[in-house]
């Protein structure tokens, strides 16, 4: 169905994780919409968050550089909104290894706290919690289904699951609004491109700049599928607008799903140049690997009508000429 544009003109909106890539793609698109946008960030450099993603509607916004686990702020922050887009977490698995507990206080104990300020201070705002196609570990059937099992292999797969979970019990509960979109390798301008930590995606876009071979772990075989961040942006209006949304689970994903050597394949062609080499997997990624994963979207498209526009190569296009145009603000 057609996003109502109505609905959000006007609206009160807070976008936690508001400086990193999807958080600012969105508030870009809610500026438009004539809504009143604050970021929440931390700006900690580890987690994606950087200025220069809303340079273009900085006079537009409100900025707040504040930690989701400060409980006492994030109270403050959420009375009065009509809309909360609960993005900002820890998002590299690598680090939810080595570093657990920061990632439980973050994917799990600040989104605890979250909800327990919205049913004390704000019972009335709709929320969308970023889920994450994590939660479902190793498939054992693709496309991968709302109903496949939840089998984590990682700690931030776990605390993944229980922030979102805490979110739909709250729903039940409570009745706090609040619906959740797992999401597969998101990708677009804005992405953090510095490393790993969010997706290897990242990571290709830079090496194809900086003319080094793209690194390809395991075989070349595995596949995946990518939603442009556009995408998703119009996946997070949906299911903020529609209370058809409500109390549910949605995975996102592309019907154009490709093994990481096509992909590499891809990238080099659009990029006019480079190379890749297949590589053998360093233990601690190849622990935790799930292997093939692509989504099934379907719930999504039948109750919201939402499918991905963007095609691969369209979207790989614009991230590189975004990365070739500002990379200086992104990597040293």
């Keep these: 169905m057609p996003l109502d544009p109505k609905i959000l003109s006007g609206a009160n909106v807070l976008i936690t994780g508001g400086l990193g890539f999807i958080g600012s793609s969105l508030a870009r698109r809610l500026v438009r919409l004539g809504a009143k946008v604050t970021l929440v960030d931390s700006l900690i450099p580890e987690y994606g968050g950087n200025e220069f993603n809303i340079h273009d509607i900085r006079e537009k916004v409100v900025v707040d ?3 989701v686990r400060d409980s006492a702020k994030m109270a403050t922050l959420i009375k009065g909104r009509d809309f909360l887009f609960n993005l900002a977490g820890q998002t590299s698995h690598l680090d939810s290894m080595t570093d657990p507990l920061t990632d439980l206080q973050i994917n799990a104990a600040a989104q605890l706290s979250i909800l327990q300020a919205c049913r004390q201070f704000n019972r009335d705002v709709k929320i969308v919690f970023a889920g994450t ?3 479902y570990g190793r498939p054992e059937y693709l496309p991968v289904d709302e109903k496949h099992p939840l089998n984590p292999v990682d700690v931030n797969g776990i605390n993944k699951l229980a922030g979102e979970w805490y979110h739909l019990l709250y729903h039940q509960v409570y009745g706090i609004r609040s619906c959740v979109l797992r999401l ?4 677009g301008p804005g992405m953090r491109v510095r490393d790993a930590r969010q997706t290897f995606l990242g990571i290709w876009i830079r090496q194809l700049i900086e003319g080094t071979p793209l690194k390809i772990f395991g075989t070349g075989d595995q596949r995946r599928d990518f939603n442009f961040v556009d995408d998703v942006v119009d996946a997070l ?14 995975n996102l994903g592309h019907s154009e799903h490709v093994s990481l050597r096509e992909l590499a394949e891809l990238m080099i062609r659009v990029n006019g140049g480079g190379e890749y080499e297949v590589v053998p997997f360093p233990p601690d990624r190849e622990a935790i690997d799930i292997g093939d994963y692509y989504g099934d979207f379907r719930k999504i498209d039948n109750l919201l009508r939402w499918k991905p526009q963007v095609n691969l190569e369209d979207g790989l296009t614009k991230t590189l000429d975004y990365y070739k145009k500002h990379h200086a603000h992104y990597w040293p």
């Design 184 to 187: 597969t390798n998101t990708y």
């Design 133 to 135: 196609r994590q939660v």
């Design 237 to 250: 209006l949906l299911t903020a607008t529609q209370s058809a949304a409500n109390g549910q689970v949605f």
């Design 65 to 67: 550089l504040t930690d």
